[in-house]
């Protein structure tokens, strides 16, 4: 596959987990993908997952905390088993968990209020200053807003261009924040189906083998589990770590810039690094013009966002490639169009999930055979 025109491409590659194997330049299938033949089947597959679609986007306040407290399972499983080898109690590591990572959160939230509120401070005074330094986009965009105009009035008339144009940027603004203010309101609903999954272990799946009828179902069940479990445990825990170590050296870079604050900018840039795509390049926006606003020197002023996009390009292009492609490769055409549909449906937290839930949908679908064929689709090249 070509390489898409953004420095993640060969980390969008490496999401998902291998389904052929290759001999020189020839492609050798691991088995037969046969296709779904009876249509009854095909309708009502197609009905249930419109159905299932309708109910998370409808019922997002309810469905998001749950998802979110499944994939956290996921991530903390790890620590779970290391605790059980102690002979932790599965109640006690659970809490112990749950205390350790969300009290950091909370930690480090209440460290950089002040820095952000500081920041949020300065913006107010600052905007003059950023018009000023970035007065030679002003004759672009006053070309691209008469050519808007234009073609607003051709098609509504002259007097529908402005309204258009606010409700566009209203409807933006409102999509960007909605998604988190909707991720804060049900922190505690995450937290308390957490635990109590965590507290729970496999008793969903051993009900599950319980109620199949033959052997064959019930090991299918129990190696599609641990499948999953184990690669996106894996891809969780290496995705944070690397995002951790993409925060550290932000900060670092930034804080030899003079701008400051480098708590406050590891803490962004190890956030926005969960989002593949969009979330880096809203990075580089905000470090170009926090630079703009604070730093004098305007080659000073463009180096924390060409420190960023360097640091971005080292991590999304070598080191996260590396660690993961061996186990992980997914199409990254719907790798992107995952982002923006979960993005459209549950705002950033759904920007979030999108990776890990593709990851988990190829997967299953390659662990059950009548679903081969769309796992096989998912499948990006080695």
């Not at 991530?75 to 969300?102: D, Y």
């Amino acid at each position: 596959m070509g390489t898409l025109p953004h420095p993640s491409a060969s980390k969008l590659q490496t999401l998902g987990g291998n389904f052929v194997t290759t001999n020189g330049n020839d492609r050798t299938e691991t088995e037969t993908i046969t296709l779904p033949s009876n249509p009854v089947v095909v309708l009502l597959t197609i009905l249930v997952l419109l159905a299932l679609l309708c109910i998370a986007y409808f019922a997002a306040e309810i469905v998001l905390p749950i998802v979110l407290a499944f994939v956290l399972k996921l991530l903390f499983q790890p620590g779970m088993r290391f605790l059980e080898q102690f002979s932790v109690p599965r109640s006690l590591a659970a809490l112990l968990l749950i205390l350790l990572v969300f009290g950091a959160i909370v930690g480090l939230g209440a460290a950089i209020s002040g820095p952000a509120a500081g920041w949020a401070a300065k913006l107010p005074e600052g905007v003059p200053r950023l018009q000023e330094r970035l007065k030679f986009l002003n004759e672009p965009i006053n070309t691209l807003q008469t050519f808007l105009s234009q073609i607003d009035h051709f098609v509504d008339g002259a007097s529908s261009g402005s309204q258009h144009s606010t409700g566009l940027a209203a409807g933006i603004a409102t999509r960007l924040f909605t998604g988190g203010t909707h991720f804060a309101s049900s922190f505690f609903q995450t937290i308390l189906i957490l635990f109590f999954l965590l507290v729970s272990g496999n008793t969903f799946l051993k009900r599950t083998v319980e109620i199949l009828p033959t052997f064959k179902d019930k090991r299918q069940v129990v190696e599609l589990s641990l499948d999953v479990e184990k690669n996106i445990s894996a891809y969780l825990l290496t995705i944070t770590l690397m995002n951790l170590a993409v925060g550290i050296a932000t900060g670092i870079a930034i804080w030899f810039t003079g701008l400051g604050d480098a708590v406050l900018w590891g803490t962004v840039a190890f956030l926005l690094n969960y989002v593949p795509i969009m979330g880096p390049l809203f990075g580089v926006v905000i470090f170009l013009l926090a630079g703009l606003l604070v730093i004098d020197q305007l080659w000073l002023a463009l180096l924390p966002a060409i420190l960023y996009f360097v640091i971005h390009i080292i991590e999304g292009e070598i080191v996260t490639p590396m660690l993961l492609a061996k186990r992980f490769t997914l199409n990254p055409v719907l790798v992107i169009i995952s982002l923006i549909f979960w993005f459209w449906m549950w705002g950033v937290p759904g920007a979030i999930l999108a990776v890990p839930m593709l990851a988990i949908v190829k997967i299953v679908a390659d662990g059950i055979k009548p679903l081969a064929a769309i796992g096989h689709f998912l499948s990006g090249d080695e």
